[in-house]
């Protein structure tokens, strides 16, 4: 079955520095991959979508220059938390599918958590 | 624009009974994808059913089955046979099938205790 890979699965950073979070499809290749945020006790909230080769589409609310997104390959996508800060800390996931017409495959998330 | 909407933030069962999460959506669509997914203690979504608005007939996974009510716009799941390793949180998620951006919407999501 689809694959998703996410990395790291936890991470600690200090307030102003940067982290990058990984997310590979294993077994197929994803032109597409979706990046949410999730809360303590609350919904998958969509960041963005990102489309490999292109730039990806963020949603509204959602800062560009803030969370970098990059889809470098066909199984590969990165989400960069650029000058983190206490209230970017929250669980990050990512999902991507081989076909639309299935359910998404999501990664096994990251929590962030900033200091 | 689509919504979903999950009245249910939490429900308890006991183990081995059958329990039914709600699940309404609002959309102008006539073709689009209906999904419920759990999301256990480990935070890992994980995809229980998935339902195509064209077909009539309701999906069934083993103890898991939708009613799909398209006329009403609800999208049940029920839970047949509680076990405690279905104790986790439902979402219930809709998707559009037109070309060009196939992203999810969730619900607020429902936890589902279950008790031995």
């Known amino acids: 079955g689809a694959v998703v890979s996410q990395h790291p699965s936890r991470v600690i950073c200090k307030s102003g520095t940067s982290v990058k979070i990984e997310c590979r499809s294993l077994?197929?290749?994803?032109?597409?991959m979706f990046w949410y945020r999730q809360f303590p006790k609350q919904s998958l909230m969509l960041m963005a979508t990102?489309?490999?080769?292109?730039?990806?589409?963020?949603e509204q609310g959602v800062e560009k220059d803030k969370f970098l997104i990059n889809h470098a390959s066909l199984t590969l996508s990165t989400l960069t938390v650029t000058s983190a800060h206490p209230e970017d800390s929250s669980f990050y996931i990512c999902?991507?599918?081989?076909?639309?017409?299935?359910?998404?495959?999501f990664g096994s998330g990251t929590r962030l958590t900033v200091v | 624009a689509q919504t979903v909407t999950q009245s249910q933030p939490e429900m308890s069962v006991q183990e081995a009974e059958t329990v039914t999460l709600s699940c309404t959506y609002d959309t102008s669509e006539s073709d689009y994808y209906l999904f419920w997914y759990k999301q256990p203690p480990s935070r890992q979504m994980i995809l229980v059913i998935r339902?195509?608005?064209?077909?009539?007939q309701n999906a069934t996974e083993n103890r898991f089955s939708v009613n799909f009510q398209k006329a009403a716009k609800s999208f049940s799941l029920k839970i047949s046979d509680s076990q405690l390793g279905d104790a986790a949180m439902y979402f219930c998620?809709?998707?559009?099938?037109?070309?060009?951006?196939?992203?999810?919407?969730f619900g607020t999501g429902t936890r589902l205790k279950v008790l031995a």
């Open positions: 998620a809709y998707r559009t099938s037109t070309s060009g951006t196939y992203k999810y919407i």
């Open positions: 077994d197929f290749q994803a032109t597409t």
């Open positions: 339902q195509e608005a064209y077909k009539q």
């Open positions: 999902s991507a599918s081989p076909r639309t017409v299935y359910g998404y495959t």
């Open positions: 990102s489309n490999e080769g292109s730039k990806a589409t963020y």
